[in-house]
């Protein structure tokens, strides 16, 4: 059983458009995290929350926001989509210093 | 601030052949500890092998490192590359402020032909 779950899976959106990627872990991990993927960038910190009803600024969190709820789930939110923000994103949450990962979210601006 | 450079951005090599993905980092925290993560294609990114004691080799589905804490290095080896190795490695290490999860490489794609 997947215990890091994304959706949607993929996802196409307009510019200028609100997108809403959410995740849910079974884990019982008090730290989740959004992370981008993008080709030559590697894996980049958009934010990342340690304790329901609090979130922290990444090392890219310009354009995004998040929300934790509860433990179980941490959503992030594009606004005001833009071009630049098709990539990859991933979900993870995390115990001592392993991360467990969500399967992704391919989203496409157009 | 924490840093990991992956030198390669894409290795190709012939099955059976021995594979090396170069990893180095900076950071100001004596204990880092490195790991290696692998992304196959369509499914989610995994630890492959974590860092043991300064010297000690760590091995895992026939993979292996060693991390050397005076060359700030941590690379990845295998003797012999199979072709389900074909995916994406990260090198990554824990970072000074531990709240903020791993610090990532670029990556390293691999590529392994019969």
């Known amino acids: 059983e997947a215990a890091v779950t994304q959706s949607p899976r993929s996802k196409v959106a307009v510019t200028g458009g609100k997108v809403t990627l959410s995740c849910h872990q079974t884990?019982?991990?008090?730290?989740m995290y959004w992370y981008r993927q993008d080709t030559g960038h590697g894996l980049r910190l958009i934010h990342y929350s340690y304790v329901a009803d609090s979130t922290e600024k990444g090392d890219i969190p310009d354009g995004y926001k998040a929300s934790r709820p509860s433990q179980e789930n941490f959503s992030l939110i594009l606004e005001l989509a833009s071009l630049s923000q098709t990539a990859v994103y991933f979900c993870?949450?995390?115990?001592?210093?392993?991360?467990?990962f969500g399967a992704g979210t391919r989203l496409s601006v157009l | 601030g924490d840093s990991v450079t992956q030198k390669e951005g894409l290795v190709t090599l012939t099955e059976g052949l021995p594979v090396m993905l170069n990893c180095t980092y900076q950071?100001?925290?004596?204990?880092?500890?490195l790991f290696w993560y692998v992304h196959y294609l369509n499914e989610s990114p995994r630890l492959l092998l974590k860092?043991?004691?300064?010297?000690k080799r760590t091995e895992h589905q026939g993979f292996h490192a060693t991390l050397h804490k005076s060359s700030s290095s941590f690379h990845l080896q295998k003797s012999s590359a199979q072709l389900s190795d074909s995916a994406l490695y990260y090198c990554?290490?824990?970072?000074?402020?531990?709240?903020?999860?791993?610090?990532f490489g670029l990556g390293t794609r691999v590529s392994v032909f019969p």
């Open positions: 990554a290490l824990s970072p000074t402020n531990y709240a903020q999860g791993l610090t």
């Open positions: 993870a949450s995390r115990l001592e210093n392993t991360l467990y």
């Open positions: 884990n019982n991990h008090d730290y």
């Open positions: 950071t100001i925290y004596s204990n880092a500890f």
């Open positions: 860092s043991s004691t300064d010297n």
